[in-house]
């Protein structure tokens, strides 16, 4: 469950708060464990399964060396099907 409280704070406490993490960089909050990846020979049904399950979108990696080649989401399957399906 993630905090919420922010919702009901003023313009100013938001302020508050992104001061106190200005000088934080992102790899500060990078999730390093239970990353779903996918391979581009990953079929579609599998990748759809693991954006399911882990609600985000999923790196695609490209073997042998696991580089980062793009990023699938719902929404690129989608507008891939919707394609196909409209001619």
Avoid: W
């Amino acid at each position: 469950v993630h905090d919420l409280t922010f919702i009901h704070e003023d313009l100013d406490d938001i302020r508050d708060r992104l001061d106190d993490v200005r000088s934080h960089q992102v790899g500060d909050y990078i999730d390093r464990d239970n990353i779903p990846t996918v391979t581009p020979d990953t079929s579609v049904i599998e990748a759809m399964l693991l954006l399911y399950k882990h609600r985000t979108h999923v790196p695609v990696l490209q073997p042998p060396d696991n580089k980062l080649v793009g990023i699938v989401s719902f929404n690129c399957i989608l507008r891939a099907i919707t394609e196909t399906e409209g001619g």
